[in-house]
């Protein structure tokens, strides 16, 4: 069973599992959700053999998690349990249908975080993400819950995502965005790797992403996409 951290070991990750490389998701409009009212079985396909269940609630916060595939009478879901990357399937009746118009993108050799509403930029900001010695996750997650109840330097709230660190004995180290702790000055206006995993943000950036539910999607890229090659111009007629 995982233990969320204390205040104080939040900023104290262990080495980060391997990340992968991934693209960013379609900047799709919406992302529809699963809100988990009661235990849902989970299935590796639909109709086989049960694999296990999703709670209703992690860390005390409604379990709501984006729904990445569907099939009839099912949908496919993101899962907030290691190991990271995660997802089931699970039968569509069991679970109520929220939407989200938000996607955040975080790029790590650009060392920036970009927020999109309904398929449009609406926010891209300096963002402080890990050091090679503790890297931030690369992967597809999605934001787990928003924590509220902080203290200084967390202020005024953090996003706990559904990212995991390697366990440090006891304990599961989860990647959050929250606030710059004392490293605003490094963040500055082009972004560091300066964090042991987390993604710090300014805190007046921090608070544009108040509004961001429970269940929204984050791409965590390791590398920039590359754009997309130019075919050479053909004569006409060619």
Not at 138 to 145: C, E, I
Not at 206 to 218: A, E, H, S, Y
Request: hydrophobic share 35%; charged share 20%.
């Amino acid at each position: 069973m995982v233990r969320l951290l204390t205040l104080a070991a939040l900023g104290q990750f262990a080495v980060i599992f391997p990340a992968e490389t991934v693209e960013a998701s379609p900047k799709s409009d919406i992302t529809r959700l699963a809100i988990v009212r009661e235990p849902v079985p989970t299935y590796a396909r639909p109709g086989r053999k049960r694999t296990g269940r999703i709670p209703p609630t992690w860390y005390g916060h409604r379990t709501i998690l984006p729904i990445i595939g569907t099939r009839p009478g099912w949908v496919r879901v993101r899962l907030a349990q290691r190991p990271n990357g995660s997802t089931a399937w699970v039968r569509d009746h069991r679970v109520r249908h929220g939407r989200t118009p938000y996607r955040i993108v975080v790029d790590l050799s650009r060392t920036r975080l970009t927020l999109y509403r309904a398929g449009r930029r609406v926010l891209k900001v300096p963002a402080g993400v890990g050091t090679a010695e503790h890297p931030t996750p690369a992967g597809r997650f999605f934001v787990a819950f928003q924590e509220p109840r902080l203290h200084p330097p967390y202020v005024p709230f953090l996003l706990v995502t559904s990212a995991h660190a390697v366990p440090d004995g006891a304990s599961d180290p989860l990647v959050a965005i929250h606030g710059p702790l004392d490293g605003a000055r490094q963040i500055g206006v082009t972004g560091t790797r300066i964090s042991h995993g987390c993604i710090r943000l300014h805190t007046h950036d921090l608070r544009k992403l108040r509004r961001v539910p429970p269940g929204t999607p984050i791409d965590i890229l390791r590398r920039t996409p590359s754009a997309p090659k130019r075919q050479p111009a053909r004569p006409s007629g060619a």
